[in-house]
T-cell receptor, first 113, second 113 residues
Framework: EPEVTQTPSHQVTQMGQEVILRCVPI?????FYWYRQILGQKVEFLVS????????KSEIFDDQFSVERPDGSNFTLKIRSTKLEDSAMYFC???????????FGPGTRLTVL | GNSVTQMEGPVTLSEEAFLTINCTYT??????LFWYVQYPGEGLQLLLK?????DKGSNKGFEATYRKETTSFHLEKGSVQVSDSAVYFC????????????FGTGTSLTVIP
């Protein structure tokens, strides 16, 4: 069964460093998403992406964040200069159409020291 | 705006007990509703969904009915198993172009033999 994959599973970084989280969505899906879950809190929407551009973003997704689909398979989330409060689990998701269920990857746990 | 309020956990039940996890929502428009499950160390998996009022979603013995009059989507299972131990998330989709999902805080369920 096709699935969304994410790498790495755990990333540890120093405050101020740049990180890139990688995702491979399901191959025939057209819509891509990033969410994050701070420990003990809700899963929060960050951004949605369709047709090589951002469809929607939340207030969390400020200038420190960017997304890219560098080739036909990968979907990346970059945090330019990490802060302590960026420590969270980051989930990538994809869907075939805009109003379909989203399929989630296993997540990348980001720890900022 | 859109939001989901979910029953606080954790919930501990004996095997074969009846499960209810309450979920209510606030939404503009006509959202689709979902229950996702997260097993330890894994990503979010779709458990069931309902796309319009009075629809019942069901899967693996779990059920939830989309109740517009009470803005609820409570999750139920008649007889839980140890393997059902996980965190359960209620979610709604905005249905707009970005298809942002709004999640509840999650309810941790532990089923003891």
């Amino acid at each position: 069964e096709p699935e969304v994959t994410q790498t790495p599973s755990h990333q540890v970084t120093q405050m101020g460093q740049e990180v890139i989280l990688r995702c491979v969505p399901i191959s025939n899906h057209l819509y891509f998403y990033w969410y994050r879950q701070i420990l003990g809190q809700k899963v929060e929407f960050l951004v949605s992406f369709y047709n090589n551009e951002i469809s929607e973003k939340s207030e969390i997704f400020d200038d420190q964040f960017s997304v890219e689909r560098p080739d036909g398979s990968n979907f990346t989330l970059k945090i330019r200069s990490t802060k302590l409060e960026d420590s969270a689990m980051y989930f990538c998701a994809s869907s075939i159409l805009a109003d379909n269920e989203q399929f989630f990857g296993p997540g990348t746990r980001l720890t900022v020291l | 705006g859109n939001s989901v309020t979910q029953m606080e956990g954790p919930v501990t039940l004996s095997e074969e007990a009846f499960l209810t996890i309450n979920c209510t929502y606030t939404a503009t428009g006509y959202p689709s509703l979902f229950w996702y499950v997260q097993y330890p160390g894994e990503g979010l998996q779709l458990l069931l969904k309902a796309t319009k009022a009075d629809d019942k979603g069901s899967n693996k013995g779990f059920e939830a009915t989309y109740r517009k009059e009470t803005t609820s989507f409570h999750l139920e299972k008649g007889s839980v198993q140890v393997s059902d131990s996980a965190v359960y998330f209620c979610a709604l989709s905005s249905g707009n172009t970005g298809n942002q999902f709004y999640f509840g805080t999650g309810t941790s369920l532990t089923v003891i033999p």
